[in-house]
């Protein structure tokens, strides 16, 4: 079986995705329900997935924990609350203790839309990530490669905290990956620091889908720095399909990690995964 370790849902009558920019991702404004969900993974391996949020509204992530109660193949909820804010332990307990709270396991910011490539060692986001570290959650790392820097400094701050960074870290996927690596090298070295294998079609561009050896370098990159124990494979789905479908992304991972053993592919695509988010 497989875990889709990343994936959203969202509708556009309920809440507008604001990061959904340009002409290349103007297919993705639309809704993408529950429904749409079960086509994508029909006929696949994938039988749990984990949903991720999309945008800094709190509103979105009650909503994610009642979909997680309904929709059978939604196992974990990574949602997200103002770091900031003086009441971020109020709110953590008030999503806990919703009536669906059980699958919040995570929380994430989208730190990559922040000016400040320093935004997560701020005093009042390092306090937030310490009232996420004591409410027992993940906290997953979307940032990009200038932001790396500040989040080593932050994941050292917190070595009992599980860190989870989405996407690779965004590589320059078919540049010059000589920075994104020696800054990924250094994350990993945080043993509390895991890696999805996730969002490199979408950061390829060009080919449709991408050519799997345009992908290589980056995989190999992370195989090597967090070793297979510490990757997760996660659709981005529908985010993805700018660029590739469902079934060709799990395609293009599946042939990413083919030279590994059995127990290391499995990992990577099951056990990892319900490890870290308790599925």
């Known amino acids: 079986m497989t875990v889709d370790a990343h994936h959203h849902l969202w509708d556009i009558d309920v809440r507008d995705q604001p990061w959904i920019t340009g002409l290349a ?19 696949t391996s994938v039988d ?35 770091l900031t804010a003086r009441g971020v332990r109020e709110r953590l307990g008030a999503l806990l203790s919703h009536p669906a709270g059980r699958w919040l396991k995570g929380i994430r910011h989208p730190v990559e839309f922040e000016a400040d490539p320093e935004w997560l060692i701020r005093p009042d986001v390092l306090r ?17 490669p200038h932001q790396l ?10 070595p009992q905290l599980t860190f989870v960074l989405d996407h690779c870290g965004k ?3 078919g540049g010059d990956p000589r920075l994104w690596e020696a800054l990924v090298r250094r994350l990993a070295e945080h043993p509390n620091v895991l890696c999805k294998l996730s969002g490199l079609v979408t950061e390829a561009g060009g080919q449709q889908p991408p050519d799997v050896e345009v992908l290589r370098p980056c995989v190999e990159v992370v195989l090597d720095a967090f070793g297979p124990g510490r990757l997760m494979f ?11 479908s469902y079934r060709e992304v799990l395609r293009l991972a599946s042939q990413l990690v083919g030279g590994l053993s059995q127990r290391e592919r499995t990992a990577i695509f099951d056990g990892t995964a319900r490890q870290v988010y308790e599925l």
């Open 128 to 144: 937030g990530l310490a009232a996420v570290e004591d409410a027992g959650l993940v906290f997953e790392l979307l940032v990009r």
């Open 171 to 173: 590589p320059p996927v």
């Open 48 to 82: 749990t997935t984990v949903l991720v949020q999309t945008v800094a509204d709190p509103d979105e992530t009650p909503e994610m924990l009642v979909l997680a109660d309904s929709v059978h193949c939604i196992g974990a909820v990574v949602g997200w609350v103002d």
């Open 149 to 158: 820097p500040a989040a080593i400094k932050a994941v050292g701050e917190f």
């Open 234 to 244: 996660g659709s981005d789905w529908p985010v993805c399909t700018s660029a590739a």
């Open 25 to 43: 991702s103007e297919a993705l404004r639309r809704d993408f329900r529950p429904s749409d969900l079960a086509d994508a993974v029909r006929g």
